[in-house]
């Protein structure tokens, strides 16, 4: 079998981050094209990751047109993820889109209806849920230790830390703020955990309380990487913190909480992670810096049981270790190679999307939004 021939369209953050080296060294794959605006990025991805006769282009629409190429990942802003995957899908190439799926329900419901269309697949960029204690909870949840699960928490919450590469803090090319950007990873796999979909009504607030704020701590904030750095407090116009509760329709309810700034004493920034807390009938379990504890009742006595104790090769971060991304790939190459099926699919992304959706609805209106 040919190898398969791998585009990249976004040379930016994440495409150095995670997609160039997870990609890079898997085996039957070439990369061979890369598309950026800033020619530079593309010429730099290139040389470093990309086969000796890689192509770099500008114009995505001029990659798409090389009828070579098997599959693109799209790591681009949020508001270019449905036009270019559209695109893509329609000639001819599957598509690993980076989170969230889109910025809109309306640009997701487009993506889907293309890969429908044209049979192509469509992944989206979820790697939490390749993380190990997201596994071990996963495991836990699947051999009934929780029983019937009735309430969640999904949790993202930096006191400081607001993204200063990228667009991130301008709403007409992500959508929103922290919700649709870390928010995001925390709803998806806490619905993953949960294997439950079917939404009844969500009721949210988004807050934007601190990114416009110019004093002495905005100015030099400590990032969760732990670097001193700041955002532009004029253009900030995204929301910094947002809160919003999803009534399914199994009467199971999950509240989520995301925030990039927010006066809080408990900061969960420093791990950069996100969390999940599982209420169920039997049982109850959290995960939290690469742990899974479980609550339970053993003999009659209400335990807490450290589950695989700390997980063996648990990475605080993405970028700081190969684990989840390579997995991330590696199940992408398998099924692109029709070796195995996809793990992230499109329509449990659209909900994540969906659901966001209407915490940003709700919190204009007032009003709950059904589903
Ligand atoms: N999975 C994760 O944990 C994770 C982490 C960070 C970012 N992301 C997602 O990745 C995407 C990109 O984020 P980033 O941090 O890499 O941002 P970035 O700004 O660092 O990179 C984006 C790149 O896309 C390029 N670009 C923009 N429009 C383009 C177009 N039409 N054609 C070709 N190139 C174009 C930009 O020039 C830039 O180099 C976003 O959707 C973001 O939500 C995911």
Redesign the pocket.
Known sequence: MANLKIGF???????N??HLPGMKGMEGVDLCAF????IE?AEKAAKEYGTPDAKVY?D?KELLADPTIDAVHV????I??CE?TVAALEAGKHVLC???MAATPEDAQKMLDARDRTGKMLTI????RHFPENQVAKKVVDEGLLGDIYYAEATYLRRRGV?T????TDKSK?GGGPLI?IGT?CLDFTLFLMNNYDVDYVVGTSFEKLGRILDAEHQGQVNWMGKHDTWNHETYDVEDSAVGFIKMKNGATIVLRAAWAINMAEDYGASNSAFTMLAGTKGGLDTKEGRVRLNHVVASYPTISWVGNKVAGYIPG?SQGPAPKSKEHEIWVKALKGEGELFVTADQAFVVTKILDAIYQSSKTGKPVYF
Request: proline share 8%; hydrophobic share 30%; aromatic share 16%.
């Open positions: 369209i976004g040379c930016g953050g994440i495409a981050q995670k598309c950026d605006l800033i990025r500008t995505y790591l681009t802003p949020n270019a993820h270019i980076e989170k969230p960029g979820y790697q939490y993204p590469w990228g667009v991130f992500q950007d990873h993405f």
